[in-house]
């Protein structure tokens, strides 16, 4: 079993910038894949990125590339999202998720935290 909760959510301006973490419990942590996905009100959640087992191969989507960065740290069992140059069309819910590469990447995980708010202003 592995819960996730996510911190780091908030306001901020365009062109701003946040950082997510997403903490796991569990002692399978190190050999999950790790990702983010986003649901903006009346879209349906939307892959963000995602970071592998050994943190060797990462993924992003085009809406984000180049802005976000995803990392982890095993040994705070932490995923992170550096999220630079937020746009008002970030705004969303952003949950993590882990599970096999193809599940996080397909956002078929069994595992998700509960989400935490990203609001970016004009």
């Known amino acids: 079993q592995v819960q996730l909760v996510e911190l780091g959510g908030g306001l901020v301006q365009a062109g701003g910038f946040l950082r997510l973490s997403c903490e796991a419990s569990?002692?399978?942590?190190?050999?999950?894949?790790l990702g983010w996905f986003r649901q903006a009100p009346g879209k349906e959640r939307e892959f963000v990125a995602a970071?592998?087992?050994?943190?060797?191969?990462?993924r992003y989507a085009d809406s984000v590339k180049g802005r976000f960065t995803i990392s982890r740290e095993n040994a705070q069992n932490t995923v992170f999202l550096q999220m630079n140059g937020l746009k008002v069309e970030d705004t969303a819910v952003y949950y993590c998720n882990a599970g096999d590469w193809r599940t996080v990447v397909g956002g078929r995980s069994n595992y998700w935290g509960q989400g935490t708010q990203v609001t970016v202003s004009s």
């Open positions: 569990g002692r399978t942590f190190r050999s999950h894949s």
């Open positions: 970071i592998s087992s050994s943190g060797s191969t990462t």
